[in-house]
């Protein structure tokens, strides 16, 4: 068995990158490590020396490693989640282009990031898995020295702000500094600590685009019953009624159609979802349940000018 390990570094921090590091480590025929794998371990358990030691070893001698990045900017464009997706399928990438086989991937944590992709089916996540999976381990090493690495140079390229020392992260050098000298363009402008007046965040999109939707149910003749039902897994955003028919609506919004049109997002697994969730609130509220029939439908909403382009009835 041949496990590829996922891990992230830099999820938190109030600038730099999101970086995920991917690993295949080698065994012997009775599925033993070499002797060099042993110390591995979490790297946020190790001194900044022997990251930097593991490091050099895991990049010498693994299998196979992968780093993915997404930069400050693609984390307020797209979102904390969708730049968890983003850079896993990054990292996974620069591993498959070195054609090493695997049978497993390991993620680190409780979401799988590759859900939606062809290999959704081979992923097991693991809490703590960067200290139970050295794979793991060796993908926490390589993206930590990395990212530390950018910004260690980012504290050349924008001295005084000290991420040579705070990395990113929201310390209270960090705070004082930003007072000082405000953002930089390596700033994540979408985190609260960050925002200026005039950002527009990817909540604030996502309202909007709710909102232009919800007036054009309004305006033929939809009555608007709830907005933003939340369920434990899944969260519908407009539920409307009309002619004794419930609406469920899930808007979606792209600034933009290169990574596809807002409808391509309307995954098997999100209608499935989207399901679950309509069957809740009729559940709850069983009136409606009784005396109207159910659909779900899509609102589409695109542009920097917010268009509203189409609203469809899918299921």
């Not at 009775?30 to 358990?45: A, E, I, Q």
Request: charged share 30%; proline share 4%.
């Amino acid at each position: 068995m041949s496990i590829l390990g996922i891990d992230e570094v830099g999820r938190g921090p109030w600038a730099g990158p999101l970086v995920i590091g991917a690993v295949i480590l080698p065994k012997d025929e009775t599925g033993n490590y070499p002797d060099w794998v042993s110390p591995l371990t979490d790297s946020k358990k190790l001194s900044e020396k022997k990251r930097e030691e593991y490091s050099a070893t895991i990049l010498k001698n693994a299998l196979a490693t992968g780093l993915g990045w997404v930069s400050s900017q693609e984390i307020d464009e797209f979102g904390l989640s969708e730049s968890l997706r983003l850079v896993t399928r990054r990292a996974v990438e620069e591993v498959q282009k070195q054609k090493v086989p695997f049978t497993e991937i390991i993620i680190d944590g409780t979401q799988n990031f590759l859900k939606g992709t062809k290999l959704e089916n081979y992923v097991t996540t693991l809490k703590k898995g960067d200290l139970l999976i050295k794979e793991i381990s060796a993908a926490s090493i390589i993206a930590k020295v990395a990212r530390d690495h950018y910004m260690k140079d980012l504290a050349e390229k924008y001295p005084g702000y000290g991420f040579e020392k705070h990395v990113g992260y929201g310390t209270k050098l960090h705070k004082e500094m930003l007072e000082k000298y405000g953002p930089c363009p390596e700033h994540r402008n979408s985190f609260r600590p960050i925002q200026k007046p005039n950002v527009v965040t990817t909540k604030m999109k996502g309202d909007r685009a709710e909102n232009i939707v919800a007036d054009y149910l309004k305006n033929h003749g939809h009555t608007i019953i709830a907005r933003n039902h939340k369920t434990k897994f899944y969260e519908i955003d407009i539920v409307s009624t009309k002619n004794d028919k419930i609406y469920f609506t899930e808007v979606k919004y792209r600034k933009n159609q290169y990574r596809g049109t807002s409808l391509d997002m309307v995954t098997k697994e999100k209608l499935k979802q989207m399901t679950f969730a309509a069957e809740s609130f009729l559940k709850y509220y069983k009136d409606y349940k009784e005396s109207h029939s159910p659909l779900l439908a899509v609102g589409l909403v695109s542009g920097s000018d917010f268009n509203f382009d189409d609203w469809l009835v899918i299921k």
